[in-house]
């Protein structure tokens, strides 16, 4: 009987103990991710959606839950973004009842930065990032923490602060070491390769090139095992993009073929026109000029056979017209710019007519529902609530276009930072208030000529450079003799100035971006020479080294650290603008030109050097 019962209470004690267990875990056995990933890449819906519903009716509870993240990304592909918010709320609601709320909820903490990432609302980005990262390291959710990095690290990457973007490819680098082997190690060594690139830019260093090198590789031997061409395909981006930069073109030229070679096993569809432009591209830099227009015939079938209006097509068009203008093709680099430019406009008309449509749609839906509501109700509230929804589409309709315009705003920024700081407007008045000196005194009517012609010389140069990207250094010499003689005359017996330069260098042909000296000799002459006691001095260089154009600037001012305390923001943000033209100017060309600005060693003053590409007018 005593053993009986002892029995009894055992089973008792087991059934609790299994059903405590149960109730405790909040992780998903059942769901094969790399089933699932593969039906959202080849957009299988019948047979994703049933997977979706065995999940969804299994009795782990959790995998109902878990369930939405498969969904959300599966309508993230086809940009159904309405939807994607739509069950992330849905998600929320349902782990919000469960006994695993507080560790389930960070799936919904990174839906959310995920949605508010390609939404573009980079402060909501922000607030629901930080919340996932904390949350997922706090139940030591590896992959999400993972996914939350990946996300906040694109917003800094927006915005240019190199120190975050260093510390977070670090962390990621970091969480991914310490993940167990699975199908999606491929994809986070992917992701960590092409981020790789962001380090080489701020720091130069070829040893990060080999690093991307050494990262695809991994990921190539990762998706080997699981048959994964999408992410071998990836990784060979990574390799020929390392060998690009180290300017090793043979090398990624070879790579570029692989590339071509696997993007066609990819089981998904795919344009793959984009994937033969680093192909292109390596064989202008080899100078094999007639592989390359074999090459651009190739993209231009592809994007013709794959025609789809976006922007990616639009991209393409640009492609083919730089590759034209490169092997010299002229009438035709033209002809497609100018397909880039109707297609470009017809997908901001096109983006316009659908959201019209569609709030026209959500005005007869919310119209017809209201009829059914009303129709025992008196006529006169009928047409209240008929002119209530006119207002509320008005109403969305200025909301929309608010939208739109932050939207513009927001690509056309950069550039519009560079053209509003082409030159500082207190030296346009300053200058004019000393011609009225001039005018004042009847001797000197030809020095009050010559001066006005500078002048306006300037102003011309000033807006035009709005319009002129590149400029010829002899140019850019009469521009800055111009400019510091006024100076002088602006503010007399304050400083001298000197430019020199090689003589071996055509200096009528090579180019150089307009206005990119002026901000650094405008520093050192409102904030390096205030306040001194001695003689200013300026001196330009202008020289070549191999491949590059080098710069020299040196004044003889207070320096660098009393004059970022006085000046902060206007050091700052001329600094920022050289930054950004120069950014620009390596994104478009593909080249490594940089700056560096410091205290004179020897002597008083700042030294910054200047090193751009050899480029011809030509």
């Known amino acids: 009987m005593i053993f009986k019962r002892l029995v009894y209470v055992l089973g008792f004690l087991l059934f609790i103990w299994h059903h405590q267990g149960y109730a405790q875990d909040c992780t998903c056995k059942i769901a094969n991710e790399q089933y699932i990933d593969s039906l959202i890449n080849v957009g299988d819906s019948l047979k994703f959606y049933q997977t979706i519903e065995q999940l969804k009716q299994s009795k782990n509870i959790v995998c109902a839950a878990i369930a939405y993240d498969y969904e959300i990304n599966f309508w993230s592909t086809k940009l159904q973004f309405e939807k994607v918010l739509e069950l992330i709320k849905k998600q929320e609601k349902f782990i919000g009842a469960l006994e695993c709320k507080e560790q389930l909820n960070v799936h919904t903490l990174v839906n959310y930065t995920w949605y508010y990432k390609i939404t573009s609302n980079y402060e909501m980005l922000s607030y629901y990032g930080f919340r996932a990262l904390k949350s997922a390291e706090d139940f030591k959710e590896k992959e999400l923490e993972l996914e939350a990095c990946k996300y906040l690290l694109s917003m800094f990457i927006l915005q240019n602060q190199d120190d975050k973007i ?85 090398l990624s030229s070879q790579n570029s073929d692989s590339i071509l070679y696997y993007a066609r096993l990819i089981s998904s569809p795919k344009n793959i026109a984009p994937l033969f432009i680093n192909k292109a591209w390596n064989l202008v830099e080899l100078k094999k000029n007639m592989d390359a227009r074999m090459i651009i015939d190739s993209i231009i079938y592809y994007n013709d056979q794959n025609f789809k209006p976006n922007i990616q097509t639009a991209n393409v068009y640009f492609e083919i017209s730089q590759l034209y203008e490169e092997i010299h093709e002229k009438e035709l680099a033209f002809d497609y710019f100018k397909k880039y430019n109707n297609l470009k406009d017809s997908l901001f008309s096109m983006e316009r007519s659908e959201k019209i449509n569609e709030l026209e749609q959500k005005y007869f839906k919310e119209k017809n529902e209201k009829k059914i509501q009303q129709l025992s109700w008196q006529r006169k509230l009928f047409i209240f609530g008929i002119l209530l929804s006119a207002f509320l589409i008005t109403s969305l309709l200025f909301l929309y276009q608010r939208q739109k315009l932050k939207h513009k705003t927001k690509i056309l920024e950069t550039e519009q930072r560079l053209n509003r700081a082409r030159m500082n407007p207190h ?127 040196q004044d003889n001012g207070k320096g660098l650290t009393e004059t970022i305390n006085k000046a902060e923001d206007h050091i700052s943000r001329a600094n920022q603008i050289i930054k950004e033209r120069i950014y620009l100017l390596n994104l478009k060309l593909k080249t490594r030109a940089h700056f560096n600005i410091e205290n004179n060693k020897k002597d008083k003053g700042v030294n910054v050097s200047i090193t751009l590409p050899e480029l011809y007018d030509n």
């Not at 010829?472 to 800055?480: H, K, W, Y």
């Not at 200096?507 to 002459?525: A, G, H, T, V």
């Not at 006691?533 to 491949?547: A, L, M, R, T, V």
């Open 166 to 250: 260093t510390e977070y490819i670090t962390r990621g680098e970091n969480i991914i070491k310490s993940l167990p082997p699975s199908f999606k190690l491929a994809t986070h060594y992917n992701w960590l390769g092409f981020n790789k690139e962001q380090i080489f830019f701020q720091t130069k260093n070829e040893k990060v090139l080999d690093t991307m090198i050494f990262i695809a590789e991994k990921a190539i031997t990762i998706a080997r095992q699981y048959n994964d061409m999408l992410n071998i395909t990836n990784a060979f981006r990574i390799k020929e993009t390392a060998h690009y930069h180290n300017q090793e073109y043979n």
């Open 427 to 553: 030296f346009f008045f300053n200058a004019l208030s000393s011609f009225q000196y001039f005018i004042l005194k009847d001797d000197n009517k030809e020095t009050l000529a010559s001066n006005l012609s500078k002048f306006s010389h300037i102003m011309r140069e000033t807006l035009e450079s709005t319009y002129k990207e590149f400029v010829t250094i002899e140019q850019e010499i009469t521009f800055l003799e111009e400019y510091l003689s006024l100076q002088q005359i602006r503010i007399p017996n304050q400083f001298d100035y000197t430019i020199q330069y090689d003589e071996s260098m055509p200096i009528d042909e090579l180019q150089i971006p307009s206005m990119i000296l002026q901000p650094f000799i405008e520093n050192s002459i409102e904030h390096g020479f205030k306040g001194i006691e001695y003689k200013g001095k300026i001196s330009i260089y202008f020289f070549q080294e191999e491949k590059d154009i080098i710069i020299k600037i």
